[in-house]
Structure formats: C-alpha cells, structure tokens
C-alpha cells in the first residue's frame, strides 16, 4: 500500500541508468584522450568541463535530482555557489597578491 | 488546547488540510495524499505524519549532509588550486608520477559501481530482493577493487618515497632519468631544487585528497557490507527503501569527488 | 481577567504539575541517557552545556585577577597562555555554538512549528553524544598539560612551535563541530518538512526564522574548519608542508580555511540570541514584532553576507591589499541587517504595552550592548582604523560585548522566558529583576574599559603589560566580580525554583507561539492532537478569543 | 576587603595620577586615523542615543500602567527604509574614509629611509642601514618617513606602535612593510600584538623618537662595526656570488648593479620590480625568478642564510644602485656627523660600491 509513496519521485528504470552509463564512459574515455592532447591552456579548462558534465549526470539521474523537489535542486544549487565562493575568493586574493601594492 | 479545537483554518502549503479535528484528534494524524487512516508500516516513526513526511525528511537530510560532505572537499580544492597556481612546475612533474592507466581504470571501476548502486536502488524501489542482493554485492566488490587499485597507486609512491614527511625523496625530480618509466613517457626536465622541494606539497596535497576519499569509501564499503546482509533478510525490498536510496546518494557523491580528483590530479596537469 | 495579569496566578485547579509530562513520563538514568526525545535532549545539553560555561567562566575568572597586576603575578605567562586557550575553546566550541540552538532551539522548535520531535532524533541524540565527547577530549587537554596556541590555532605556531596537545584539541574541536553539524542539519529538516497544517513560513516564530539562518551557516561552514583542522594535525603529524612557509607552504591558507568558518560561526552564534529577543520584546510588549519579514530577512541577510567577510581578520595579515578592499566593503554591508533588527525591536515596543519581567530586562540588555558591540565592529571592519584596533583589547572587548552581551544576555533572557515552560515552575520574579540588573552592570564595568584600553593600544593574550594599564584593567576585574556574582545569583534561584517555585501554568507569559498552547512541563508527544495553525504569529488578538472560549468551557487547562 | 585593599588604594593613586584614556598622536597618521575614528565614536553614540532613547522612551510611554491594551501594527515600509538605507551610507562614507588611510598606511612613499626589523621568538631585532643594530628597541627621527621592513624568523608576529597607530604582521618567508612619519620627540611602547608562545607578552620594546639631530648623535654612537651592505658584501663574496653575478659580458648570472628598483623581466613572461622582496624570493627560490636571457643554473639558498644575511645581501645589492646609493648619501650625509674619526659620512654606500665593483672584476 505504502510502498510507492516511499520515494518522492517516479522511478527510474535500468534504461536510463544504462545510458547513463554509457554516456560516463564515453566522457571518461574522452578527457583521457584529451589530456594527451597538448592544447595548453585549453587542457585543464576541458578536463574540468568534461568532469562536470560527468557529475551532472551522475547527479541528475543516478542521484534522482531531475526528478526531484525543488527545495532539493536549491539546496545543491547554494551549496554549489558556496563552493565556487570559497574557491573563487580564496584564489583571487592570492592572486592579486602578485600585483604588488599598487 | 481544548479552545482552538474548535477553529479548524487554512491549511498548509505542502500537507493536504486535516479533514477535521476529530480525524486529527485521535490517531496520530497522517497526511498520505491517498487513504485516509490505513493502518501504519512498522518503518513509519511516530513522530512523522505519512510516510511521504518521513521518506522527504530523510531524503532532505541526506542531501543536506552531502552539501556539507561537499564543503568539506572544497577546503582540499581550495588548497590544491592556491598551490597548483603558485607551483605550477612541480604540479606538473607531481602528476607525471601518477600512473593515468590505473587512474582511468580507477575511474571504470567507480562508475560501474556507481551504476550497480543505482540499479541496487532501483531493485529495492521495485521490490526485487535478489537483484537487490546481487547489486549490492557488486557495488560492495567493485568498491574492494577501487581501493584496491588506490592501493597499489600508493604503493609506487611510498616505494619511491613520495610520500611526504622525513624521508621525502627528491631524486626523480632533480635528474628525471633516475626512474626511467616515468621519463620515458614524458621526458621531464630537470626541476631546479628549490621548485623540486614544493612537490612535497602536490603529494601532500594527493594523499590528502584521495586518502579522504579513500576514507569515504572505506566508510561505504562497511555500510554496504551492512546492507547486503539486511537485504538478504529482505529488509529494503518490503516497501521501506528510504535506507537503500540515501546511502546510493552517499555513494554517487563520492563517485563525483573522485571524477573531480581524477581530472585534477592525474589529468589537468599533464603539459 | 487572566489576559490582563502577566504572571497567570495559579487557581487550584492548576496548583500542580500536570500528572504526565516529558519529565515523568520514564524515571531512570537510561531514559535520559537513551532518550529520543527533543526536550530531554536539550535539557541534557543544558546541563553539559552549564558545565562547561562554569569552567569556561572559572578560566574567565583566573584571566581577570592575573591582569589585576601589571606583572605576571598570579601564574606564570605560560599557564596564562594556557588558560586563555581553554576559555576561548570551551566558550567558543563548547558554550556559544550550541547555547541557544542545542538547548532552547532543540526544545522549542518542534514545538513551535507544531510538530511531535525533530525530525531526526536519533542523530539529535548522537549530536548531544558527540558534543559530550568532544568535551570529555577538551577536559582530557585539560588535565594533561593544556594547551597555549590560542583558540584561533594559528599555523605556524600550532603546527611547529608549541610542544602542548594541539592534537587532542583539535580533535576536540572537529567532534564538537560535527555535533553543530549535526544540530543545523536536524533544524533545517525539521523546519522544512515538519511544519504543521497551515503553519506557512510566514508563520513562523521568528525564533525559527533565526534558527534557519543560524543552520545554514552551520552545515555549509563548518565542515571547512573541520578540513582546516585536519590538515592541522596531519601537518603536526606527519609534516605534509602545506601550512609549512619552510616547506613553501603558506599559513595564511590555514587562516583562511579557519576564517570561513569562524567568521560566520560569530553570527551562528548571535543568530539564535536574535530570535530569542524577537520572542520576548513581542510578547512583553504584547504586539506583534515590527516589521516581522524585515527581521526574518535580515536573519537570512546575516547569513547570506556572513560568508563572504571572513577575510577581515586578516587585514594587517599581508593578504593582498585589493582583498582587503573588497572584503572591508562586504563587512559594511553585513552591518546593515543587524542594524535593521536593532530598530525593528524598538520599534516593536511603539504603542505596545510594556512590561517588565526578568526575560524583557536582559532583552533591554541586549539592545543596548548588542548595539555596542554592533558598532564596534564597524570600526575593525572598517580597514584604515582596524590597522590601530585590531589585536589590541578593543578586538576583545567587541567580541565580548557580542558574545557576552549580546549572546549571553539573550540565552538568559530565553532561559528566563521559557523556564516555566521546561521546568512547569516559576522563579522568584523580584530577584531574577535584580540579578539582570547586577549583570548588565557588572557587564558593562568589566568590558567598557576593555574599548579605552584597546584605544591605547593594549595587546590582547598578555599576561603582563606596562603599567599604565593598570587602572582600567582593575576596573575590569572588579566588574568580572560583580557579573560573576549576576550569573551566580540566578543560577541559584533557578534551581531553587525547580523545587520550591510556584506552578506556573501553561501560559504564564501570555505568549502566543504554539510552544505556549500545550501543557507545561510538555507531553513527551508535545500535543495532544496535531495543531493547526489558523493564524498569524505574534496574534495577541486571536490569544485572547482563544482565552475566551477556553474559559467558556471552563476546562482546566491541564487534565 | 582587607586583602584587595592594596590593589583598592594602588588603583586609587593610579587614578589620580596618571591614567592616559587616550594615546599620544605621535605620527603624521595618527590625526587622521583618530578623525575617522571620532567620527565613528559619534556615529556610534548617535546610534545609540536614537536606540536608548526610544526603549526608554516607549517603556515609560506605554508601560501597562499607562497603556494597558496594545495597538498592533504591520510595520511601516518607510521606516524600513530608512534605517536600512542611512546606516548603509554612514558604513559606505566609513568604509571609503577607512580605504583612504589603509592605503596610505601600506604605500610607502619614495623618500623613506627603510629601516629591517627581524622578529623571533621572543624578541625585535632593528637593522639599520648604517649597520646598527638594537633589541626590543627602535629609534627614528623627526620629520624623515620611515619605512619598516618586517619579517618573522618563525612564528606570525606582529609590530604595533599605537602612538603612531601603525601595526603590521612579520610574517615568516615574506616580507611586509609599514611606514610612518615620526612628529613628537620622546618614548613610545611598541607591542608584538600577534600572539606568538610563551612570551608573547614579553616581547615589546620602546620606540625612541628623537630630533634629527639627537638622532644623529645616535647613528653616530652606536655604530657597530660594518654596514648592513658591507656585511652584505663580505656574504657574497664568501657565498662565491661573483662566480656568476659579475658584470662580465660572459656572465651566467645578471649583473646586479642597478637591478635594485629596475623592472625586470622574467624567463617566465612576466615583468617585476626588483624590490626587497622580490630579491629575497630571487635568493631563496631562485628557479621561480629568472631574468629573461639566463639559464635556471642558481642554487637555491633556503636555509643557508639566516635572515639577518638576506638582509644584508640585499642591502648590499641596493648599494650597487646609483640611484640609492645618491639616496643613502643624502640620508647619510645629514644623519651621520663630519668627524673624521669615524667613518666618512657616504661610508657605507661608498665604501660598498668600490669594493664591490672589485669584488665583480674579479672571480
């Protein structure tokens, strides 16, 4: 009786997962390849292009967020933010720190 | 509490409005978006009103502590950006040691079982005990392998002495000859001492980040252990899979850390 | 009649407790130990949380009479160093974090957004185990030499030049921190999911409304201390270099990582003070709070811009100097919401219809030296005058003004508000007056001339310091006595008042928040039936219908 | 009573004695930072009147004896708004008042006679240029601005002179600078305000300001031996600098000689100002700091010369500089006294360049 109201969202089956799949290790196959790929600046900008692509579908459909709250999608959505904040404030004062004084 | 039985008003936003006080007064009161008071799944704690409250509460949670799991992570990051930016050389000859075979192979592996846990979910979702039994046993072996392989990565390193600490060895980063599989494959220059000293700092920063995402996973591993065993007893496959669905959420999560620690350390580096 | 006296004098029918209560329902150490419940949970944290305040204020108290003389006379600079260290970690970690939220939040939240517990209690419980846990370690510091880096860990000292147990502390520390984890991530939950039939957010105490903001910043900045600690201790460890300047590791990154917590651990901490005041002005005034979404924004304003100041601890640090700029300029900004609070509790007394029990008097309190300790910061947030003020005791005497009077006035006044609904008892009224009076003067004679002091440039963490100190810091001193003795006196008649205190009743306040609706001492389940929240907070008029027919049906509020 | 009457009576005289509330404003910074700071007190006091008025105020026109039923109100969005939008232009006016004297504070400006302070657990070690030393003591003139190079043998430390409402971190690996214009003659505590162990607060001293001329006599007094750049010069010749530093077309390192203030460019890309620092950096790591044109043959010298070294050698590069040498003479010349039995005024500069232009011919 109480079963399907366990989990808030439809269930998603095996074929999307197989997909899924499929879809990760062709993006894993693909940053290794581009980093034997010289392209200098371009390298680190891809590599991590291609990771987040991989995360956002790992988090989309294996970890159920397209299918879920709102409230969800905005806790992650914060956290991401918080993240980028740390890194981001973190790496511009060091940076700036090679401008000298003025 | 007796005087404003009477007034019944608006109801929530999100639970359906409580039909009447009576209904709300005796029967710890549920609000199930079908039936009225069937009786309660054991798994139903009494504080909770339907079991949507208590499956959305601890999927909330769940999603919560990964935020902070992330955080957690991103002090690492942080680190590792300020010191790649400083160090860059030494980054880079840092990350020619790591073996980037073992690392893809590394990468499958958590994926596969990122993907066994998945299904795991899905089998508990659909009441398939066996299946159940058998992704979890596949995520819980696939799991062995990661840190398995993480093992052996580290093994190379202490051989060599990179780990960080008293008997840091620079040898490989003065005259790249001196281990010649690596120089082969990338035919390093020579660092001069002083930037040679910083990849210290790469390798600290390497055993730290994957070291705490071996933890995780050792972590995962006991809990999965855990797992199979109830699941045999068909404990996630009656209905009650809140269990089954958070823990996949803990494991996918550390599947993202790794692909991240994956680009970073073995991949970005490279030239 | 019953609306108009404050204090509901008990008719007989009420004249005692009410036969089954969260405190009676099991008797046993067990019951306590292995409880679920939210109140029973905040009660044991009361008690650990009490514990430590008295070692903490005991380290206080040692601080004082060694700066009475210019010379270190009473200990030597290196116990001194010591004991400052144990009463920043143990107020810091131990006290102010969970003050508010893990006693009084952890009791009243549930209750006022109508649910029967948290949402999760079991890791409420191992919340309540992990906190004990990480204090156990800090008394284990303690006992086996302390600890002299300062509560800030400051690399590279912690990591290369002190021999005492940075380790076991800092153990301490990120045990502790997970149990604050844990805490926010039960509040956020329940206050998203649990909240009753009609009970919308704009509903909501703003005590919840603080706590929700309070949370935020516990869940998301605290786990980066904890990375901060941990790479601490692996430096101490094994030496991994990265907060090494020998190794080409930068300290500053420690600080950094440190600060991110730290800074908005400052508003985790005031946060919850904040809501505690909204409740007692509104329900001595008997008005709704003014401008309630300007508060419950500014709440989440606080929390929002309280990430992104952190590195004005650091201005004379030789971060870089365009840093500076920028981060000066956010501290500005995040000045401006508690500023927005202070004049909507003023305001919230226009009109009102005032009285002036204990809770209301330390509220005052926290008008007055929180707006203080407010302006205070400016100045150090403020870049050119941080240069003189800050590490000198105006950074002290600020962050006492905050935390002490600001945080500590509002736990008492939160304390004293709802103590007869956790204990079912009243406390002498006239004393529990007196003793907020002695405190606030007694406050304001110890930290006040920590500001001129500071002005003068007198380092903070000295043990001796050149003469010309000397009078103000007596001052100081002779005031910690008179505060000390504030504290002690309602210490004491509260605990007097556990046994010998006149019933309270359910409602002695005449409050309107959902907590006040149910029997005091609570049911274990808190309601008798799912409440139904059918109108706004703060609804005085809705209290007094309600009033109305409750004694039409001349029911005893208590069966 | 009896036992805490001593501290009772001590604390009495002290209050009728002397008990500063403010301190001396004994810098040119000092007015201005204190104009901002009055200006914040007030800000603060008006705040808090408007704050305490209107408790106070409300509580005795609408305690329950007067106003015994409450009148509810929403809220008033002008009201909002204007004690949101009012503190927010005072913090902004503070913040940019603020920013204005920051900036001032840690720009030194072009003139200032630079002097090294080295702080160690747990003590201030001042270097002047003309070689002398003092401990937990420093002494400035009058009227001349006075840069202070800091740097920390081990822990944070952090150099305060609240007369002169400066304070910087010596940070260990970095240098970072202050500076100040001296105005009132006469003697001020400096702290170490960061706390740095077991003596932290042990570890302070006095500042001594003193007339150009007393100053002089001073320099004069207390000349230890060597100057900074001769002791540098000895350094680099005993650490076989020359070897590659000489000003031989052939040379594997640059020439030194006017590298002290020149912009440089480097093998990786980017363009710097050869300052204190950066030769600090250049010595220590030197793989990081390669002018253009040079192969990344230089050994690292991280951990073979104490700081105190460093400072020398760099004092003695500085001296390689025309321009600062011209500098340190006008310094000098004014500062140090005409006898003739000690040093010649330029001495140091003077005596440093010869001998080092024969230190660079030959290996």
């Avoid at chain 2, 995962?220 to 855990?226: D, H, R, T």
């Avoid at chain 3, 904890?226 to 991994?240: K, P, Q």
């Avoid at chain 4, 004690?83 to 503070?94: A, D, K, N, S, Y």
């Amino acid at each position: 009786m109480s079963e399907p109201s366990e989990h808030a969202h439809p269930i998603v089956g095996p074929g999307v997962y197989l997909v899924i799949l499929f879809a990760l290790l062709v993006g894993t196959a693909l940053t290794v390849w581009a980093s034997f790929v010289d392209l200098g600046f371009w390298n680190p900008i891809i590599a991590l292009a291609i990771a987040t692509t991989k995360a956002a579908l790992v988090l989309l459909y294996f970890m159920h967020l397209k299918y879920s709250s709102k409230l969800t999608m905005l806790a992650i959505a914060g956290c991401a933010f918080l993240f980028l904040t740390l890194i981001s404030l973190t790496l511009a004062e060091y940076i700036s720190r090679a401008w000298g004084n003025w | 509490m007796r005087g404003w039985k009477a007034r019944i008003g608006i109801a929530g936003k999100k639970r359906r409005p409580v039909p009447n006080s009576q209904a709300t007064a005796n029967s710890g009161p549920d609000g199930g978006e079908h039936g009225e008071n069937h009786d309660h799944p054991s798994y139903l704690r009494h504080h909770f009103h339907s079991v949507e409250q208590q499956a959305d509460a601890a999927n909330f949670a769940m999603w919560i502590f990964l935020a902070t799991e992330a955080m957690f992570f991103g002090g690492l990051f942080t680190a590792y950006l300020v010191y790649r930016n400083w160090y860059f050389p030494a980054f880079v000859a840092g990350s020619h040691q790591l073996n980037v075979i073992w690392g893809t192979l590394n990468t499958v592996v958590l994926i596969l079982s990122s993907f066994t846990m998945a299904m795991g979910v899905w089998c508990a979702e659909t009441g398939r005990r066996r299946g159940l039994v058998l992704c979890l046993s596949l995520t819980f072996v696939l799991g062995i392998g990661f840190l398995g392989i993480k093992g052996i990565e580290y093994r190379e390193k202490i051989e060599k002495h990179h780990f960080p600490g008293l008997q840091y060895n620079l040898s490989s980063f003065l005259d790249p000859q001196s281990d010649p599989d690596v120089f082969k494959q990338y035919h390093d220059k020579p660092l001069s001492l002083d930037m040679a000293r910083h990849t210290e700092i790469y390798f600290s920063l390497y055993f730290a980040m994957t070291g705490m995402h071996a933890l995780h996973m050792i972590v995962g591993i006991g809990v999965l252990g855990f797992m199979i065993f109830r699941a045999r007893a068909g404990a996630y496959t009656s209905g009650h899979v809140t269990f089954v669905e958070n823990f996949g959420l803990y494991w996918h999560f550390v599947d993202i850390v790794w692909i991240y620690l994956f680009a970073l350390l073995y991949l970005i580096s490279r030239h | 009649m019953s609306t108009n006296t404050i204090v509901s004098l008990p008719d007989q029918s009420t004249a005692t407790l009410p036969k089954d209560n969260y405190l009676n329902r099991e008797y046993g150490l067990l019951s306590w130990l292995l409880t679920k419940d939210h109140k029973r949970i905040a009660i044991l944290y009361m008690v650990s949380l009490s514990f430590f305040f008295a070692i903490g204020g005991a380290m206080a108290g040692l601080i004082r009479l060694e700066l009475l003389t210019p010379q270190s006379s009473l200990m030597s600079s290196d116990t001194y160093n010591k004991v400052f260290t144990m009463h920043g970690v143990i107020m810091i970690f131990l006290f102010l974090v969970p003050s508010v939220p893990a006693t009084l939040g952890n009791f009243f939240i549930p209750m006022m957004i109508g649910a029967k517990d948290l949402a999760l209690p079991r890791i409420n419980l191992l919340s309540w185990y992990l906190y004990v846990l990480g204090g156990i370690l800090v008394l284990y510091t303690m006992i086996s030499g302390g600890v002299d880096t300062g509560w800030t860990f400051t690399t590279p000292l912690s990591t290369h030049y002190v021999n005492t147990n940075v380790i076991s502390t800092c153990m301490a520390v990120f045990i502790a921190g997970f149990s604050s984890i844990f805490t926010g991530l039960n509040f956020l939950v329940t206050i998203h999911k649990m909240r009753a039939p009609g009970m919308t957010w704009f509903r909501l105490p703003l005590f919840v409304w603080a706590h929700y903001a309070a949370s935020v910043q516990m869940v998301l900045a605290t786990p980066v201390v904890a990375i901060a600690i941990t790479l601490l201790m692996l430096e101490r460890t094994v030496g991994i270099g990265i907060f090494d300047p020998t190794k080409g590791g930068d300290p500053l990154l420690f600080q950094h990582l440190f600060w991110f917590y730290s800074h908005p651990a400052v508003y985790i901490m005031i946060l919850p003070g904040m809501g505690v005041i909204s409740e007692v002005i509104s329900t001595f005034s008997r008005k709704r709070v003014f401008g309630y979404k300007a508060v419950a924004f500014s709440s989440v304003a606080i929390a929002v811009f309280g990430f992104f100041v952190w590195a004005h601890h650091m201005f004379i640090m030789g971060i870089s100097n365009y840093a500076v700029l920028v981060f000066s300029l956010l501290s500005m900004l995040v000045a401006v919401p508690s500023a927005i609070k202070v004049f909507n509790w003023s305001f919230t007394l226009y009109k009102g219809s005032i009285t002036f029990e204990a809770p209301m008097l330390y509220a005052f309190g926290f008008l007055g030296l929180f707006t203080i300790g407010g302006m205070s910061g400016v100045f150090l947030g403020t870049a050119g005058t941080d240069i003189h003020l800050t590490e000198t005791y105006f950074i002290v005497a600020h962050f006492h003004f905050v935390m002490v009077g600001g945080m500590l006035m509002a736990f008492l006044a939160g304390i004293h508000f709802w103590w007869p609904k956790m204990t079912g008892r009243m406390y002498p009224a006239k004393l529990s007056q007196m003793a907020a009076v002695v405190t606030f003067i007694g406050f304001n004679l110890t930290f006040f001339p920590q500001f001129i002091l500071g002005m003068l440039g007198m380092p903070r963490r000295y043990a001796s310091y050149p003469p010309e100190f000397q009078a103000l810091n007596v001052l100081s001193t002779a005031g910690a006595s008179i505060l000390g003795i504030g504290y002690l006196l309602s210490v004491l008649y509260l605990l007097w008042s556990l046994k010998y205190g006149e019933v309270a009743g359910d409602n002695p306040w005449q409050a309107t928040g959902l907590e006040w609706q149910c029997q005091s001492p609570p049911l274990t389940e808190n309601f008798t039936e799912m409440p139904i929240m059918d109108h706004e907070a703060y609804d005085y008029a809705w209290l007094e219908s309600k009033n109305r027919d409750s004694r039409k049906e001349e029911a005893p509020s208590a069966e | 009573m009896s036992h805490i009457s001593p501290v009772l009576w001590q604390f009495l005289v002290k209050w009728m004695t002397s008990f500063p509330l403010f301190p001396p404003e004994a810098s040119k910074i000092a007015p201005e930072m204190d104009a901002l700071f009055f200006f914040m007190v007030l800000v603060s006091l008006i705040g808090l009147t408007i704050v305490v008025l209107l408790v106070i105020g409300f509580s005795i026109l609408y305690n329950k004896k007067r106003h015994p039923v409450a009148v509810q109100i929403e809220g008033s969005m002008l009201l909002e708004a204007t004690w949101t939008i009012i503190p927010l232009g005072l913090f902004l006016v503070m913040f940019v008042w603020g920013a204005r004297i920051y900036l001032r504070v840690f720009t030194p400006p072009a003139n200032s006679m630079n002097i090294y302070v080295v702080g160690k657990q747990w003590m201030w070690k001042a270097e002047h240029p003309g070689g002398q030393h003092e401990i937990n003591a420093l002494h400035v003139p009058t009227g001349r601005p006075v840069q202070l190079t800091l740097i920390s043998q081990d822990v944070f430390h952090s150099f305060s002179i609240p007369a002169f409402r400066v304070k910087r971190e010596a940070i260990p690996g970095r240098y970072t600078t202050v500076w100040f214009e001296a105005t009132t003659p006469g003697t001020y505590h400096f702290f170490c305000t960061q706390y740095c162990g077991k003596d932290h607060s042990k570890m302070g001293g006095d500042v001594v300001v003193q007339t150009p001329e007393d100053y002089r006599k001073w320099l004069a007094s207390s000349i230890s031996g060597a100057s900074l750049a001769q002791n540098g010069e000895r350094l680099f010749a005993s650490l076989s600098c020359a070897a590659c530093h000489n000003a031989r077309p052939d040379a594997r390192g640059p020439n030194l000689a006017n590298v002290y203030g020149a912009r440089l460019k480097l093998s990786n890309g980017e363009t710097v100002t050869a300052d204190e620092a950066y030769l600090r950096q250049a010595i220590l790591n030197p793989s990081q700091h390669i002018t253009e044109g040079y192969a990344p043959i230089m050994p690292t010298y991280q951990g073979q010369i104490s700081e105190e070294g460093i400072i020398a050698l760099i004092e003695f590069i500085k001296s390689l500089d025309s321009g600062y040498r011209i500098q340190q003479t006008l310094n000098t010349t004014d500062l140090l006294p005409e006898s003739e039995g000690k040093m010649p005024p330029a001495a140091p500069a003077h005596a440093a360049k010869s001998n080092a232009s024969q230190g660079m011919v030959k290996p």
